[in-house]
């Protein structure tokens, strides 16, 4: 069984910046990907960004340009660097993991951008 821990929300205001990180345990070679979704209040959980275990990345049109996806090698810890954040960043961050059909979720970290 895997566990993924988020930390690293909190409030910030517009142009702001934060650094989440997402701590899998144990840590594993094993995942073919991992990536950060969010939900905001009424809204679907969607993804912001994801990461292969080659590397290879992929971001929502939204975020491309401000938000990085990053991570350790093996699979120990998952970062996402956000910069110049909006109220439209406002969510609940959710660390994701896929291996070998099963698919693992972290508990969530509260983002909320508001002066």
């Known amino acids: 069984q895997v566990h993924l821990v988020e930390s690293g929300g909190g409030l910030v205001q517009p142009g702001g910046s934060l650094r989440l990180s997402c701590a899998a345990s144990?840590?594993?070679?094993?995942?073919?990907?991992m990536g950060w979704y969010r939900q905001a209040p009424g809204k679907q959980r969607e993804l912001v960004a994801l990461?292969?275990?080659?590397?290879?990345?992929n971001y929502d049109e939204s975020v491309e340009g401000r938000f990085t996806i990053s991570r350790d090698r093996p699979w120990r810890s998952l970062y996402l660097q956000m910069n110049d954040l909006t109220p439209d960043d406002t969510a609940i961050y959710y660390c994701?993991?896929?291996?070998?059909?099963?698919?693992?979720w972290g508990q969530g970290t509260q983002v909320t951008v508001s002066s």
């Open positions: 990461i292969s275990n080659l590397g290879s990345t």
């Open positions: 994701n993991a896929y291996s070998a059909g099963a698919n693992y």
């Open positions: 144990p840590s594993t070679d094993t995942f073919n990907w």
